[in-house]
């Protein structure tokens, strides 16, 4: 495969993946390092890595609605611009007791507009389930922010049982291919809401 040139590089979609757990020993770290891995191999974005845990919102604590845009504190402004700046996410998460992590739900909420016309791959894990629940809870969520969750999404079922002794994941051929669909159904949907995104 060639190497995209500068010109292809500046006009790539900014890819955001976003972990979701903030627990101790989360899987969602290994988990969530490969599915960036993945997609900066698939050479179709200019991708970052944002750890729910390392940004460490707070539960809301905004007085205005977020749909305002008129946020007070400096954590919200920052991630208001991390969430303005992308053209897609992929959200990696598991699921808790059928649905989604708090951390997840609190991070979407904090902005509003910001989601607008944006498509989102799920990668979710759990155990037999895959976090399937959890993803289904996630689209509702984010479908009312406007943006779209595409339909080629990767479910990790028994996910401990696909990490190595050095705690990386290393899943099958299945979840491979699977993010592989992902990727590029985001970058389609990514270049084909750019118009809404600008207001054009």
């Given amino acids: 495969m060639q190497s995209p040139s500068a010109a292809d590089v500046t006009t790539r979609p900014k890819l955001v993946v976003l972990i979701a757990s903030t627990r101790p020993g989360r899987v969602g770290l290994p988990v969530g390092r490969w599915v ?3 997609a900066v191999e698939f050479a179709g974005f200019d991708v970052k890595l944002v750890d729910l845990a390392e940004l460490d919102l707070p539960f809301l604590d905004e007085p205005k609605h977020p749909a305002q845009g008129d946020y007070v504190h400096d954590h919200t402004r920052a991630w208001s611009g991390i969430v303005d700046d992308a053209d897609a996410f992929v959200f ?6 059928n649905g989604i992590t708090a951390p997840l739900k609190n991070a979407i909420d904090f902005v509003s507009k910001e989601w607008a016309f944006k498509p989102v791959g799920l990668v979710s894990y759990g155990g037999q389930s895959g976090g399937l629940r959890a993803a289904q809870m996630v689209k509702q969520v984010v479908t009312t922010l406007k943006m779209v969750p595409v339909t080629e999404a990767v479910a990790i079922t028994f996910v401990s049982q696909s990490l190595d002794e050095s705690g990386a994941f290393a899943p099958d051929d299945r979840v ?15 270049t084909a809401l750019q118009p809404m995104r600008n207001g054009t």
């Fill in 36 to 38: 960036y891995e993945r």
């Fill in 176 to 190: 491979v291919n699977a993010a592989s669909a992902m990727f590029h159904a985001l970058q389609r949907w990514a």
């Fill in 92 to 97: 990696v998460f598991p699921e808790y007791n």
